[in-house]
Every structure is written in structure tokens, then in C-alpha cells.
């Protein structure tokens, strides 16, 4: 087993064995200091999450961005052959369903339309690890990587703006980098944002 999956493992099991009230407070503190941020105030059209596997939960932002007319999205999976994601609409009453990794996400009508990534403004993405630099160490499935290759390639245009979001006790000194790892404009945990 490597290292990093020893460590996706122990932060799991950590993020998983917060107490309802501990997540509760966290995710509050958390949602505070992303809504009152020049990069949330200043977006319009944003992608969030819905939880899963003790990921902080961002359904205050989500409700606070519904109340000042953002746009909201949720990232969708697509079929097994592809490793990318789409974003759909998320609005108060939108129809859920869970995907192949039990994880809530919009459902898709055939005909509906899909936006791709750099239609957006900010995303907010969930994230095991991370390090000051920007580094995020996911799940292991690489989908955000695979979506968000993209910016790599960019070198003045940037858009979507990337921001990982996690408890405290999540960061690390240093993660390693690997060439198709994408990284991060910042990281928003309940002591507040970094910015990379």
C-alpha cells in the first residue's frame, strides 16, 4: 500500500469520526468565510458538492448562493467509459439520484443541457488532503484532475477559479506532485481560506 493511500485512509477514518456537532460547527465556519470572500462575492455561475464519506458540508453556501441569485451546479459522473465530469443546475427542488459511487448528484434528462467546466465561474471541490501550496490529494478516482487538465494549459485566461474544501486538521506540510495532478487557487477549511 503506498503512502498516499496509508494517508487518504487515516484522513477518512479521521473526517468520519467528527461528531455530528463538531461537522455542523465546522461547515458553518466554513461557509462564512467562503461567502464573505472576493472570489464568491464576485462569481456568478459556481459548482459545489453534496457530501459524502465525512466531506464537509456546504449546504448553508449553497442555500446563501440560492438567496443572492447565483447560479448553482452540481458536478455529475459520466457514463462508466468516461472518467470526466459535467455540471448541472441545482435549485431548491431538483430531482436527486445516486450515482454508481453512492454519491447524490442531479438527474440528467436526455436532451438536457450539460455545462462544461470553463462555463463556470468558481468550484468548489472536496478533497482528502491538502498542502499550502495548492496540492490536493482526492479520492483516487482522478476526476477532478481529468476534468480540470484543461487549466493547465492556460496561461492567461483562468477560469474556473479551483477551491478545495476541507477541515483543518486535513492539511499537510508537503504532498507529493504528480504531472497530471491540477492544482489549486486556494483552500477554505474553518479557520478560514488560503490562498495559493
Known sequence: MSNRNQLRQALRRQ???LSEAERRHASLQLCEHVATSRLFVNSHRIAFYLPNDGEIDLQ???EYAWQTGKQCYLPVIGPRNSRRLWFLPYAPHSPLWTNRFGISEPLHHPGER???????NLILLPLVAFDAN?????MGGGFYD???AFLTHRRIWHRPRLLGTAYQFQQQASLPV???DVPLDGIATEQGIIRV
Not at 450539460?114 to 463556470?120: D, E, Q
Not at 495548492?134 to 482526492?138: D, E, F, I, Q, T
Open 114 to 120: 450539460r455545462f462544461k467546466p470553463h462555463a463556470l
Open 178 to 180: 504528480y504531472p497530471w
Open 146 to 148: 481529468r476534468t480540470f
Open 134 to 138: 495548492g496540492n490536493r490529494l482526492g
Open 60 to 62: 448553508p453556501l449553497i
Open 15 to 17: 473526517r468520519c469520526a
